[in-house]
């Protein structure tokens, strides 16, 4: 079964590049328009993996990231920031809030498959 990815997003064309590249990796995506839609996608769709933008209209990707952390089944679930933030202090801070690795816009098709791998393998159970 195709490991799932929840993108986060409200600039549409990026969900749908994003969209595309993931699928064409192997994976299994859920697209949501704003955090808020996020947040009630993260409960159906329970994705392996979450990338969302930082800037957004109604909840931003901050708040959001927050708000996933507070829930129990998601606490541990890799976050990639997708963002035109670009500084040393703006990464910090996402680390700060929840956000596990982070990803300047643009970003190329390699790169965004490879930290989706390697955030799904630092996930992954130890045996």
Do not use: N
């Not at 995506?29 to 993260?42: H, M, N, T, Y």
């Not at 159906?44 to 993996?49: A, E, G, I, R």
């Not at 202090?89 to 490879?114: N, Q, S, T, Y």
């Amino acid at each position: 079964m195709a490991e799932k990815v929840l993108v986060v997003d409200d600039e549409e064309d990026y969900r749908i590049i994003t969209r595309d590249m993931l699928r064409a990796g192997g994976y299994e995506v859920r697209l949501a328009v704003d955090g808020e839609d996020g947040l009630v996608a993260l409960k159906d769709f329970q994705p392996d993996v979450v990338l969302v933008d930082w800037m957004m209209p109604k909840m931003d990707g901050e708040v959001f990231c927050r708000k996933l952390r507070e829930d129990a089944r998601f606490k541990a679930a890799p976050v990639l920031m997708l963002t035109v933030k670009d500084t040393t202090d703006e990464e910090l801070e996402a680390l700060h809030f929840g956000v596990d690795d982070f990803i300047i816009k643009p970003f190329r098709p390699e790169e965004l498959l490879a930290r989706v791998r390697a955030a799904l393998r630092r996930s992954a159970p130890r045996s």
